[in-house]
């Protein structure tokens, strides 16, 4: 079972360009980083190894797992081109919370779970292929109808992230930026289908499959001797996100860096962490922040159990 998922799982890679503008295209697709190399992970990396929850094809059930930091959260979703063109205002400048630098690290953070869902939906793709009984399955049973949905809600985001890039116009994300006075030894992109408001009040219903999901998109990265944090979403879910603004802009920076330790590995294995300072967590803290990777708040809440956000777990990615 696990040589047909490796081989399955390489097959499902797909090559793109997502770049709106496809006459600009370069001939070669390259392994785009989604978090700097150069710039971010050679600093959090130790002898070239940093750390992720993104399990490979031979321990798929690992809750760490060890990269060089030169395939680490690696994907093939830009041509050679449009990566460096593009992106070039947050690799090669300082960071000065400008409306462009803030929609780039955004976009680049929506292109790979982008990207990440359509190599899943070519996974059901070559599963189906090989196995056509399945294709009687019925939804409730098919563990990939979830990615289906997802990728519609995504390619509505894809539409406006598009018409902002080819018309150079950065006015359509809301964004709250924390700045802390420290360099951390992590970094991470990731999203959020938020369902949950830190009040525990209801912001979205998942299970409501007649309306389309909405995302908050967050990116957490050092930089210098200072560390920054970017929530956002489209201005157009104002209304829908207002409490969750409110709030996220009421928290002290005790609250703040514990909401990024709740919500880091609630929501994406686009985390690395420097594989030196992991080790000096105990066993139990481990064990805690496994717990969340593997959805755990999630599940309590489907039970109707409230979850603080604002609490401090046992473990301190601020203190690694």
Avoid at 12 to 21: F, G, Y
Avoid at 237 to 256: A, H, V
Wanted: some cysteine.
């Amino acid at each position: 079972m696990l040589e047909n998922y490796k081989a399955i799982r390489k097959e499902s890679k797909i090559k793109q360009c997502l770049h709106p503008n496809k006459k600009e295209c370069s001939e070669k697709i390259i392994g785009a980083h989604s978090i700097q190399n150069n710039k971010i992970l050679k600093k959090i990396s130790s002898e070239g190894i940093v750390f992720m929850p993104c399990p490979k094809p031979d321990d798929p059930f690992a809750p760490m797992t060890s990269y060089g930091r030169k395939e680490a959260t690696v994907f093939t979703g830009f041509c050679g081109y449009h990566d460096k063109t593009l992106f070039q205002p947050i690799e090669d400048k300082d960071f000065e919370k400008t409306e462009e630098q803030i929609f780039l690290f955004t976009y680049r953070c929506f292109a790979l779970e982008y990207h990440k869902k359509q190599e899943l939906q070519r996974m059901e793709q070559i599963i189906l292929r090989k196995k056509p009984s399945l294709v009687n399955m019925p939804d409730s049973e098919n563990p990939f109808m979830g990615n289906r949905m997802a990728i519609g809600d995504f390619e509505e985001d894809r539409e406006i992230f598009d018409k902002a890039i080819l018309d150079k116009s950065y006015i359509y994300l809301t964004s709250i930026v924390w700045e802390f006075n420290k360099a951390v030894k992590f970094a991470c992109t990731g999203f959020e289908s938020l369902q949950y408001d830190l009040k525990n009040n209801k912001v979205q219903d998942l299970l409501d499959f007649s309306k389309s999901v909405q995302h908050v998109y967050v990116c957490v990265f050092p930089e210098k001797e200072k560390t920054y944090c970017i929530i956002s979403w489209f201005k157009k879910n104002d209304q829908l996100f207002s409490k969750y603004y409110e709030q996220l802009n009421n928290l002290d920076e005790i609250k703040k860096r514990n909401y990024i330790n709740n919500l880091l590995p609630m929501i994406s294995e686009n985390l690395v962490v420097n594989p030196d300072a992991w080790e000096k967590l105990s066993q139990s803290q481990k064990d805690e922040f496994g717990s969340y990777v593997w959805g755990m708040e999630t599940i309590a809440q489907s039970f109707g159990i409230e979850v603080d956000r604002t609490e401090a777990p046992s473990y301190d990615l601020f203190e690694l």
